[in-house]
């Protein structure tokens, strides 16, 4: 397999890691993407080769000093290796669109092995009930029957799909293959529709955020009423032939939880008293596998501190930047990807887990696309 196949194929399979051994598959794709590139002589990006080792070696070190050495906790720092190792592949070799496209199909064969697995013991009704929804049946507990029985919580699973919607809508008039096109168009659609039967409220406020960007971005009237056309009917069917799960939609907006963000608030001011108590807690952190804020952002300032979060913080600017280079353009269209992947990543506790810092990498990569001139090495 290619050097960039390889980075590509790590765009599918990382969003499966909750259904299989994911750190050790990571090793696996680290060291091959290391092979590969000492035996090719792939030029260093020094810029982020130095940012990637201050982060890797400050989550490691805080991982010891904290007493989390488990194999989890330690490849939540060498991760990032990963990650940036696989975004330079994709700039180098102008692989941006296959990348979009394998996490999509990776995300919508997520959703369908636990869509599936689930509903061989419960009915769809059952999943209708937020307190069985699924995502939280989906774990299957007792019930060793099925293949591959996999759950992911539905707030993270609506993250994942709003990037792969944002970033395929974003694409689809530069694919040249019909059939990558339509592939990207199922495994949309389908992630949406597991989506919508997982009852996330941040899914449905995600999408409708969507859509209110996407509006305002287009300057095609035409193409505008067609696609509002299409949307109302999409909205139309659901309603009609869905009662069931648009029910159990109103049933969640209704819930006590809407106003403090079911606990989220509550969670953020636990954790902010301690990382506020001392000088040292507020440079260095809590310890990032100390802190369990619905909220990824704060989860890394609250944990790694100041001192953690700004070798971070420059990483993620930097590897947007790169991806810009490789775009004629960077207008209102193109940021829209990140910016609700940004909301969707800030609605979880998700800081340190590869399969769902892809998707903030996922929105950058669809800047890749755009053309094909030789990207210049720093």
Avoid at 49 to 67: E, K, N, S, W
Wanted: with cysteine; hydrophobic share 50%.
């Amino acid at each position: 397999m290619e050097t960039k196949n390889v980075a590509v194929f790590t765009c599918f399979l990382v969003p499966l890691y909750v259904g299989l051994p994911g750190n050790f598959i990571s090793v696996f794709l680290l060291a091959r993407l290391f092979y590969d590139a000492v035996k090719y002589k792939f030029p260093i990006e020094k810029t982020g080769f130095v940012l990637t080792m201050c982060v890797v070696a400050y989550i490691t070190v805080q991982d010891f000093l904290t007493g989390y050495t488990g194999i989890y906790h330690l490849m939540a720092a060498f991760d990032f290796i990963l990650l940036a190792f696989s975004m330079s592949v994709i700039r180098q070799y102008r692989v941006g669109t296959q990348a979009v496209v394998a996490y999509a199909i990776g995300n919508f064969a997520l959703g369908a092995v636990m869509l599936s697995a689930t509903l061989s013991y419960y009915s769809l009704q059952d999943l209708m009930n937020p307190a069985t929804r699924l995502g939280y049946t989906g774990m299957l507990i007792g019930n060793t029957g099925a293949n591959m029985a996999t759950s992911i919580d539905p707030n993270f699973y609506a993250m994942n799909t709003i990037a792969c919607i944002s970033t395929v809508s974003l694409l689809l008039p530069k694919f040249q293959s019909k059939m990558g096109k339509t592939v990207a168009v199922i495994s949309m659609i389908g992630s949406t529709v597991c989506c919508l039967i997982g009852l996330s409220r941040t899914f449905i406020i995600l999408l409708a955020v969507w859509g209110v960007l996407w509006f305002l971005s287009q300057g095609d009237i035409k193409k505008t009423v067609a696609v509002l056309a299409v949307m109302s009917l999409f909205v139309f069917a659901f309603l009609k032939f869905m009662p069931t799960i648009a029910q159990g939609f109103l049933n969640r907006f209704e819930g006590a939880d809407v106003v403090g963000g079911n606990g989220r608030i509550n969670l953020i001011l636990l954790y902010f008293k301690p990382w506020f108590e001392t000088v040292l807690s507020i440079l260095f952190g809590i310890g990032l596998f100390n802190c369990h804020t619905h909220c990824a952002p704060l989860m890394y300032l609250f944990g790694l501190g100041i001192v953690g979060t700004i070798p971070l913080f420059f990483w993620f600017t930097y590897q947007w930047n790169r991806c810009a280079k490789c775009c004629r353009k960077v207008g209102f269209q193109k940021i829209v990807p990140l910016f609700l992947t940004l909301i969707g990543y800030s609605s979880i506790p998700a800081a340190g887990a590869i399969n769902y810092t892809l998707p903030i990498m996922i929105s950058m990569i669809a800047l890749v696309s755009e053309n094909h001139m030789g990207e210049s090495n720093e």
